[in-house]
């Protein structure tokens, strides 16, 4: 089996490759992959001499690159995105131009190569966003109301997604998933920023009154989701993935992460609220459960303090980031 991976170089693109070339050794990877600021190799050092693993470094809104590396391809495994919201919300272009056009790209590549199987890798922000005191969860037939623009451009990939499926036959499946933590997330989103910015002595920023509410998933579980929908899955369908709904508020998250590394909550530094900022997210994921069997493995607490721990390990890995471009986001997004 030969499978195309988009945005393999990202932090849960990044995660997969290694979780299939560990579980599928005789499938063969192509990473196809633009290397933005949010893509990084280093993640794959394990598997880049795998005479099974390819990189190609392209980028989805290109057709005659994506034809090319769509040759021979049976699936593709879509990830590739801009994924950050608050990036979004300052500079929206980019986020229509790859998740909404270099989809359509990757579909009409898709379609004419006749692949056996497009993945498309969703999010649960498409659903909007669920009152603190409402006990309902996204399901798979909840509206669609994004709010942001990074959740407008995946809504749309998702549309176009299914259309190729009814217009041109394509066959298609869609995961959308709740928030992911673990190794190699870029430190530019909570968990991660947190844990590094206490590690470097810094405070941990927290939007508005810091009662919003994520449901964490930890990233092999996603994984392992898409992996029992690539092979258990029905065409044309779209299934939930959501986490232990733990359903800590940031602020909880933050403390959660000051005991492990042995801080006190003066380290906690309320900051302006994020425009548009979703209070609530709450995947009911029964349905890929009761018809793949799938369900989260991995406890929060258990994994988040796993996931401490490898940034405590992988100082050089995301030092690097923190020191290079990314610093002045960071100064432009938090006032220095
Ligand atoms: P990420 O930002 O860490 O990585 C994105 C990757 O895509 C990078 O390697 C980047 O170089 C690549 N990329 C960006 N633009 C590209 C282009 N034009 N052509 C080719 N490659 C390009 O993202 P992530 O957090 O790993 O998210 C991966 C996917 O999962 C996204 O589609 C995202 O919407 C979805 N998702 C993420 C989460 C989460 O919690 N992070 C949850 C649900 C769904
Ligand atoms: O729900 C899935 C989505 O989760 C994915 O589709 C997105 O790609 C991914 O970025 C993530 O979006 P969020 O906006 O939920 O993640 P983020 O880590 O940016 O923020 C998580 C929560 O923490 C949110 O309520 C905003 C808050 N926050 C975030 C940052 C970066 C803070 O309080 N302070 C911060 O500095």
Known sequence: M???VTGGAGFIGSNF????????????????????????LENLKEVENNPNYTFVHGDICDSGTVDKAMEGVDIVVHFAAE???????????????????????LLDAAAKHKVKRFHHVSTDEVFGSLELEDSSKFNERTSYNPRSPYAASKAGSDH????????YGLPITITNCSNNFGPYMFPEKLIPLA?????????????????????????????????????????????????????????????????????????IEFVKDRPGHDRKYDVDWSRIKNEL????????????????????????????????????????????
């Open 2 to 4: 030969k499978l195309l």
């Open 17 to 40: 490759v290694l979780y299939w070339m560990k579980n599928h050794p005789e499938d063969q990877v192509i990473n196809f992959d633009k290397l933005t600021y949010a893509g990084n």
């Open 83 to 105: 994924t950050h919201v608050d990036r979004s919300i300052t500079g929206p272009a980019v986020f229509i131009n790859t998740n909404v056009m270099g989809t359509q790209v």
């Open 160 to 167: 176009l997604v299914r259309a190729y499926h009814v217009t």
């Open 195 to 267: 844990i590094t910015n206490v590690l470097e002595d810094k405070k941990i920023p927290i939007y508005g009154d810091g009662l919003y509410v994520r449901d964490w998933l930890y990233v092999e579980d996603h994984c392992r989701a898409i992996d029992l929908v690539l092979s258990k899955g029905k065409v044309g369908e779209t299934y939930l993935v959501g986490g232990m709904t733990a359903l800590a508020p940031n602020i909880e998250i933050a403390k959660k992460i000051l005991k492990l590394l042995g801080k006190d909550e003066s380290s």
């Open 293 to 336: 069997g799938w369900e989260p493995l991995y406890s929060f607490d258990e994994w988040l303090e796993k996931t401490v721990n490898w940034y405590k390990e992988n100082r050089a890995w995301w030092g690097r980031i923190k020191s290079g471009a990314y610093k002045a986001y960071y100064e432009k997004q938090y006032g220095g």
